[in-house]
């Protein structure tokens, strides 16, 4: 992909402009954690200093593009975006309001590790804008956050949402994690009782997997951990969806809930699949027609974006070498995409809106699987929006399966 010669980005009114989600990526962290299959990495601090002039290079490099949508949300994710020091980011927000139109109610969020998290470093994230933390939180038990390799405790996750709550922060997520290893109902009730208490308005709980590649791989492959057992993560799940319902959270996605008007916009974009534009070390973009992944390691991705930005400097046009790979998804990748994402919606996917989208209804296409998944319960069609049921959100992998296109046709 090249850049066109840059242009100022206000330049057009921004009525009217589409919107953009951008995604901004850091992939330090102080230690892997043991089930962590992220794009990051422990002992490559000495990268901190390079890589964020990088990181707001790559910006400019984007600004060009970029300049015809409005920025509606941003998310700083990683590794552990709460490592970067203040005066560094500072320098993302400089970037960011040099490079982007952004609307003034931007939401931007920023995910969060309870170990690093000063009452000081808080207060300075929200004078700099950041107006949403997401705060790894996985257990409230010392034994599941030390099986998970985490490196915070109970205490320390009470203490950072006390001091966030000071520092300004009305607008926050936990992350935790359900389906742990040998983990019983009772242990992850408690959990999420603890949680709940602690009231945030917005709580994403995932089913643990363990990913090819990691150390609690390799522990459960060799038998020297249990493997999860899906039946209980299930029961976990439901026992989750009810719990939520009566304290007031509404589910909005298979593993999110809010309180109401909390919803993450930003996810909301990847879930409707519409277009982000991923910067950073391994951040994934889907950007005019296109998918693209950065290159994975910060140093070859530090290297891309400058050896691009000088090329920019000299000759007014660059190849951004910090693209890894790209491609332009055919018709019905896009239409399965929008399908599955949308599905993960409670909402689901608006059957007329779909047909305006694509030019062809979702039953032309999908019709025999959404009969068949109908039939046995875990699809329904309520108001024109096709959605799962209950019981299909325990199963929606088989449901997403069968919606992939077949490799084998056109
Ligand atoms: S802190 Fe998060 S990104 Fe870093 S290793 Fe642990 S799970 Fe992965």
Redesign the pocket.
Known sequence: MTTEPAAPVHDAPAEGKPSLALYLHTPF?T???G??D?N?Y?GLEHLVPEYTPALVREMELWAPAARRFRVDTIFFG???PSLTSLDDMAAVVRGLEANFDIRPDVEWSLEA?PTELSREHLEGLRALGVNRLSM?VQSMHEDELKML??QHSPERVIQAVADARAAGFDNMNLDLIFGLIDQPLERWQETLEQVIALGPEHLSCYALTVEPGTALFYQVSKGLLNAPDPDVAADQYEWTRDRLAAAGYQQYEISNWSKPGHQCRHNLVYWRAEAYLGMGAGAHSFFAGQRLANIDAPNRYVDGVNASWKERQATGRAELRQIAGGETPDEATLRADAMILGLRLMEGVSLAEFAMRFGVTPEAIFGPVIERYTRLGLLETVDGRLRLTARGLLLSNEVFTDLLPDPDED
């Open positions: 962290c230690s892997k954690c089930y962590c992220f990051s422990e990683g590794g552990t590790n790894g390799e985490r």
